[in-house]
């Protein structure tokens, strides 16, 4: 029966942190369900303060082909760091 | 190591990686554990027994759906709802053995009594399936019931004049409206959902329906406690129940079931001792190897 509930990704927040990561996916017959399921599949050891499900394919995903033009072009753009910088000694916090 | 989860944690680091959980808390810490002046023992032993039995049985019953329930998801939600039980009857056992006094643990009190000496209402031991005795949507029909029947228990059970009871007490009502909820959930959807979900889901309200009369019985041990305001007196639990279950049927198109109670023996039932046919059965599964093998550690 699998086969006939969507697929949802589900994203958390744990206590300590400030953004919703992805913990894995899960079944489920409507988006209700599925907070509920990821409640019990990914809360159950106290992780997480909040909970997003979406449906698996509302995601548009970039595609493994396209890895080189997508990421490569910056692999050699060390300058976009904002390390070039000369801190001033009387800055300590920056 | 005392506890499995300081494994987890690296050496010198306040921050706990976040995906172990963390924050940890036993709901009974620091609880006065005297029991309060003019309550007669015998009877809030008894009456912890009963919440405690309740819970137990439930547990052993939700727990016959690892691995058997129609999808991997509802599998570990039912194993998580006869966690949030077993954990309750824990409490409860825990203090009815302390409170008896003459010796007993929560594992003999557990493994080691007999039928008649289990003081849970018959809903709670029913065979709902998985197998010849029922199927999701019955578990899921008697879920909705015991759920929202004990959660307006709990709820009264908050301001027990035990601090015990009223500490186990808070710390049910969260887990059981989430159980609520769920059974809630899935009434709405195999209501629903197919002719064929339909006609289980009300094939499941009428056989658990037939147990709902003895929710409301006032034993005389119930009575005592509610009078010396360390129990509830389950009659006054009806309408909010009612009000809760007709909320629940009204959203899903479904009639309130009419049907017959299943009577009473000689006018005892569950809190007295007098189960169905189904509790020896439960207890064989539930008891075995305690019984077995006396004292085995693993």
Same mark, same amino acid.
């Given at each position: 029966? =699998?086969?006939?509930? /969507?697929?949802? *990704?589900?994203?958390? +927040?744990?206590? $300590?942190? &400030?953004?919703?990561?992805?913990?894995? =996916?899960?079944?489920? /017959?409507?988006? *209700?369900?599925?907070? +509920?399921?990821? $409640?019990? &599949?990914?809360?159950?050891?106290?992780?997480?303060?909040?909970?997003?499900?979406?449906?698996?394919?509302?995601?548009?995903?970039?595609?493994?082909?396209?890895?080189?033009?997508?990421?490569?072009?910056?692999?050699?753009?060390?300058?976009?760091?904002?390390?070039?910088?000369?801190?001033?000694?009387?800055?300590?916090?920056? | 190591?005392?506890?499995?989860?300081?494994?987890?944690?690296?050496?010198?680091?306040?921050?706990?990686?976040?995906?172990?959980?963390?924050?940890?808390?036993?709901?009974?810490?620091?609880?006065?554990?005297?029991?309060?002046?003019?309550?007669?023992?015998?009877?809030?032993?008894?009456?912890?027994?009963?919440?405690?039995?309740?819970?137990?049985?439930?547990?052993?019953?939700?727990?016959?759906?690892?691995?058997?329930?129609?999808?991997?998801?509802?599998?570990?939600?039912?194993?998580?709802?006869?966690?949030?039980?077993?954990?309750?009857?824990?409490?409860?056992?825990?203090?009815?053995?302390?409170?008896?006094?003459?010796?007993?643990?929560?594992?003999?009190?557990?493994?080691?009594?007999?039928?008649?000496?289990?003081?849970?209402?018959?809903?709670?031991?029913?065979?709902?399936?998985?197998?010849?005795?029922?199927?999701?949507?019955?578990?899921?029909?008697?879920?909705?019931?015991?759920?929202?029947?004990?959660?307006?228990?709990?709820?009264?059970?908050?301001?027990?004049?035990?601090?015990?009871?009223?500490?186990?007490?808070?710390?049910?009502?969260?887990?059981?409206?989430?159980?609520?909820?769920?059974?809630?959930?899935?009434?709405?959807?195999?209501?629903?959902?197919?002719?064929?979900?339909?006609?289980?889901?009300?094939?499941?309200?009428?056989?658990?329906?037939?147990?709902?009369?003895?929710?409301?019985?006032?034993?005389?041990?119930?009575?005592?406690?509610?009078?010396?305001?360390?129990?509830?007196?389950?009659?006054?639990?009806?309408?909010?129940?009612?009000?809760?279950?007709?909320?629940?049927?009204?959203?899903?198109?479904?009639?309130?079931?009419?049907?017959?109670?299943?009577?009473?023996?000689?006018?005892?039932?569950?809190?007295?001792?007098?189960?169905?046919?189904?509790?020896?059965?439960?207890?064989?599964?539930?008891?075995?190897?305690?019984?077995?093998?006396?004292?085995?550690?693993?």
């Amino acid at each position: 029966m =699998s086969g006939s509930w /969507p697929l949802y *990704e589900v994203f958390v +927040r744990g206590k $300590r942190g &400030l953004n919703h990561v992805h913990v894995g =996916s899960l079944h489920a /017959p409507d988006d *209700e369900m599925a907070l +509920r399921n990821a $409640r019990d &599949l990914y809360t159950r050891r106290n992780e997480g303060v909040s909970i997003w499900v979406v449906r698996a394919d509302a995601i548009t995903a970039s595609s493994p082909d396209e890895k080189d033009p997508f990421f490569a072009p910056s692999g050699d753009k060390v300058y976009r760091h904002p390390t070039f910088y000369a801190i001033p000694d009387d800055v300590p916090h920056l | 190591m005392d506890n499995a989860y300081d494994g987890l944690v690296e050496d010198g680091s306040e921050e706990r990686h976040w995906a172990f959980g963390t924050g940890f808390t036993e709901a009974l810490t620091g609880v006065d554990r005297a029991v309060p002046p003019l309550v007669d023992h015998d009877d809030l032993a008894a009456y912890c027994l009963m919440l405690g039995d309740d819970a137990l049985v439930l547990a052993q019953r939700l727990a016959e759906w690892c691995s058997r329930a129609p999808e991997l998801e509802e599998d570990v939600a039912l194993a998580n709802i006869a966690l949030d039980l077993l954990g309750q009857a824990r409490m409860l056992l825990t203090r009815a053995a302390e409170v008896e006094g003459v010796g007993r643990d929560e594992d003999e009190l557990a493994y080691l009594r007999d039928e008649r000496e289990f003081r849970n209402v018959r809903l709670a031991e029913i065979d709902c399936g998985p197998g010849p005795g029922g199927d999701f949507g019955t578990t899921i029909a008697r879920l909705l019931v015991f759920s929202s029947w004990r959660l307006a228990l709990f709820q009264r059970l908050t301001g027990s004049l035990d601090p015990v009871l009223s500490a186990a007490a808070a710390k049910g009502v969260k887990e059981l409206a989430y159980h609520r909820d769920h059974a809630a959930q899935w009434v709405l959807r195999l209501a629903g959902g197919t002719e064929y979900s339909r006609e289980r889901i009300v094939a499941g309200l009428a056989l658990v329906w037939a147990y709902t009369e003895e929710l409301y019985v006032t034993h005389p041990v119930e009575a005592a406690l509610a009078d010396a305001g360390v129990g509830v007196d389950p009659a006054a639990l009806r309408a909010e129940v009612d009000d809760v279950l007709d909320t629940v049927l009204r959203a899903a198109g479904l009639d309130r079931p009419e049907v017959r109670q299943v009577a009473a023996l000689a006018g005892q039932a569950g809190r007295d001792g007098v189960h169905t046919e189904a509790m020896g059965y439960l207890l064989a599964e539930l008891q075995h190897v305690a019984r077995s093998m006396p004292g085995a550690h693993w």
